[in-house]
């Protein structure tokens, strides 16, 4: 899986409901029970150089048992009014980080 799904999401200030991705690929669903951690990281740019610029960083966790593909990330609503930048990522037993979602993230 080296596709990174681009998928905008957009947020109202203050919410928390949960973010779900499915991750997939040609063949379908990618199993992921053997990632061991993944991040979706909220930024004010879309290349940043360092973590100043950050506006979240949510950790993630398997919405089943990671057999079905998904995993969600819940929002802590303290971002402000504005649009960002976003990039979803999960790491595997080999250590290896791959980002598999990316895009804008919108609070209105």
Known sequence: ??????ANIER???DTLRIIFE??????????SFWTQFELIVDSLDRPVD???????????FETSG??????????GTIDY??????????????ELLTFAAGTYSIT
């Open 1 to 6: 899986m080296s596709k990174i799904t681009v």
């Open 12 to 14: 109202k200030k203050e």
């Open 23 to 32: 991750l997939r690929d040609q063949r379908g669903i990618v199993p992921i």
């Open 51 to 61: 973590n100043s610029t950050r506006k979240e960083l949510m950790l993630g966790a």
């Open 67 to 76: 057999a079905d593909g998904k995993v969600h990330f819940i929002p802590s």
């Open 82 to 95: 504005g649009d960002y930048f976003y990039e979803a990522r999960g790491r595997n037993t080999n250590g």
